[in-house]
């Protein structure tokens, strides 16, 4: 099993950051990719940004349309923790942000794919 702690979220003022950040702990050893992925109230959940665990390439992360030079998904493979930086926030970015780990070595948009998540955090962006 893997277990995934997302922390970092809270309110913020609009053009404001965060920095969200994902503990794993367990059978770390048994996922390739990591992600981020968040739902606002009403709304279906949506993919923000993945990473593979290892490599270091441009093609080893992928990010939605929406969050391109706004945030940046990164990890730390020595404290087995990812990471979201998240700048220039708007209020249509407030949701729950989701950390989630999978199996496959693709990195997936459907949140399907993924076999592991976290709890969630609130993120508020206000106005």
């Known amino acids: 099993q893997v277990q995934l702690v997302e922390s970092g979220g809270g309110l913020v003022q609009a053009g404001g950051s965060l920095r969200l950040s994902c503990a794993a702990s367990g059978r770390t050893f048994s996922f390739a990719v990591m992600g981020w992925f968040r739902q606002a109230p009403g709304k279906e959940r949506e993919f923000v940004a993945a990473i593979r665990w290892s490599g270091d390439t441009s093609d080893d992360t992928s990010d939605a349309d929406f969050v391109k030079g706004r945030f940046t998904i990164s990890r730390d493979n020595a404290k087995n923790t990812l990471y979201l930086q998240m700048n220039s926030l708007k209020p249509e970015d407030t949701a729950v942000y989701y950390c989630?780990?999978?199996?496959?070595?693709?990195?997936?948009?459907?949140?399907?794919?993924?076999?592991?998540w976290g709890q969630g955090t609130q993120v508020t962006v206000s106005s």
């Open positions: 989630a780990a999978r199996r496959g070595y693709g990195l997936a948009y459907d949140s399907n794919a993924y076999d592991y």
